[in-house]
């Protein structure tokens, strides 16, 4: 008889629904809590950062789900992501213009006011015909803490 199995594949249906209504809300606290970080921090962070910091309000999260939806956070525009050669990719919430210093003895990125904006883009469109949606510039050197210490090598030659 079909109209005595009907209660059981609705309960099924409810179920159904419920877990995917769960994990749609779960998946959105998870996205939320992490944008969240990414916008309030300042330090441009990693991956492993912003792991460290959404797993305080929810223990649960996977450093794969972060990474997961870091990706779709910059893709969607919500966060930008500094990708650099050779470093590791960092993720940014400021998402006026700007350009970024990069130190080479701790890693530190600092944010430095693009005063270039949009008339470099036009020049360099106007000089070579190509089509420019934005530009990447990255300032490496020293932070102000990293040019107090010196390489060990220095320190042993003033010693000895
Ligand atoms: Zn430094
Ligand atoms: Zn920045």
Redesign the pocket.
Known sequence: MPSALQPVERLHEVDANNYHYWITMRNSRQREAILRVVRTATC?PTAEWVYGEVKKELPGISLGTVYRNLKVLSESGEV?S?DSSGGTMRY?G?MTS?H?FRCEGCGN?V?IEDQLGSELDGQVAARTGLSIRCHVLEFRGLCPDCQRVRPPSERQAIHG
Request: hydrophobic share 10%; glycine share 0%; with cysteine.
């Open positions: 441009h930008q500094c940014d400021t700007h970024h990125m944010d």
